[in-house]
């Protein structure tokens, strides 16, 4: 009996890892759950896909806005620049994450749903020209939109990315 207890809770956390647009932080509207994960675990993913993450401060201190973490990260997020990095081919260095320092709001970096990447042309063309173009945002940066609804911006010198889902992993 203690087996298929344990096989039905898994099935369950699988169930909410794979759900379509699966969403928001606990607490908020939305009905998925978001599965955080540790800065450990983001940077051995990321280390696995060659993508490559810097910090001003040389440090992954969640609460230093100079330094680059991924503690609290969606596993959305992680997965999100895996995909770009494997369908585009290009380098992608991470320079901010969780880190305190950022706008706040729901969809925001400190919640998970934000990365920034250093400003490549080979990133950056990748972006133009696969994403569609949806104007600017109210502070004037210039947004792309994935297939997947995740939204590109263009902050002059790095691109700021919010993944509401994988991008297709």
Known sequence: MRIRSVLSTFALVLG???APGFGVVSGATDAHAVTKISHSTATSMFRSSGI???SSGGCSDRNNPT?????QLNL???KGAQTLKSASGCALNI???TETGHAGGTYSHWNGYKLDYAKYTCVGNYIKNTFTYIGVRGDGAPQWKSGSGNIYADEGNHWDVTYYNCGGC
């Open 76 to 78: 959305a997020s992680a």
């Open 67 to 71: 330094c680059t973490s991924f503690e």
């Open 16 to 18: 909410a890892l794979f």
């Open 95 to 97: 320079t901010g994450g």
């Open 52 to 54: 490559t993450w810097s």
